[in-house]
């Protein structure tokens, strides 16, 4: 009988130590690293909105993590973003807002709307980087490649967040003509520009279909490729569920709202902007 109490009870305190280590580590906001004086000012704006901070709240809510996963403004030389795997930190940098405030100038009829979209494509970023992150500490299977994947993470997040905006502002960075990309676009990890705009425009449609013509009318979306986007949710959203399933806190984690702020404007946009591709004119709704 002892031994029985003793065998138990060794078991009850492997799995708390295993729940334990499974559930260590928290998504956290560090200081920005910043050189220039010209980013600098930015920078903090960035820093102090909160926008980072919501997003972070809502991430330690949704899910266990094994180990710390930091979230970084830093100053890159380039517009882009990056999940550094060796040092466990998603880095998020300046120059990708004001370029992103570049591509997204012009294609809304009001500027809140525009400033709206900025917020959601900022967050939209910050999201596909945290889907590598968990990719890597989590060590979800991928097939395909990841970019694809994690573009469908984080897509997925807003959708069931209740944020299908934001993706929407995703989509609308990566608008243009895709003419005289080469070989090495080809052969590049991330799809085409045009390809991530449809796919993103194509979740949003699929995921309350009934409700979005809009997206056919002003957002451009094929009907032959919207009469596929419901289905083509479904199994986004089923697979994203049952990959993350075990690592939620609660069995409706995804359904947390993230209710970031709005993201302060650069003051200047010193990105190249080619406004020489055609835009979409979208609606006053946003949408």
Known sequence: MLSKTLVIASLLALLSTLSHAEDSGRF?????????????????????????????????????????IRIRLTECDESNAYYDAEQREVQMCIELVEDMASTLDGQFEEESFEADALSGAFVG?????????????????????????????????????????????????????????????FADEHSLNSQRYFNMVCWVYGSDADNRQDLIDTWELP?????????????LKRSWNRLLRGHMRTTTAQNLAINAPHLPLPHTSTAADDRSAPKPRHDDNGQ
């Open 125 to 185: 970023m910050l999201l596909h980087e945290v889907g590598h992150a968990l990719v890597d500490v989590l060590e979800i299977p991928i097939t395909g490649r990841e970019e694809d994947a994690v573009d469908q993470l984080s897509a997925w997040i807003l959708i069931e967040s209740g944020e299908a905006d934001a993706v929407l502002g995703a989509a609308a960075t990566y608008y243009g003509d895709d003419n005289g990309v080469g070989a090495e676009d």
């Open 28 to 68: 956290l906001v560090v200081e920005p690293e910043v050189q220039s004086s010209a980013l600098r000012s930015y920078a903090n704006r960035l820093q102090s909105s909160g926008v980072l901070q919501a997003v972070t709240r809502s991430l330690n809510q949704r899910w266990m993590l094994p180990t710390d």
């Open 223 to 235: 009907q032959a490729r919207a009469e596929q986007c419901a289905d083509e949710y479904a199994l």
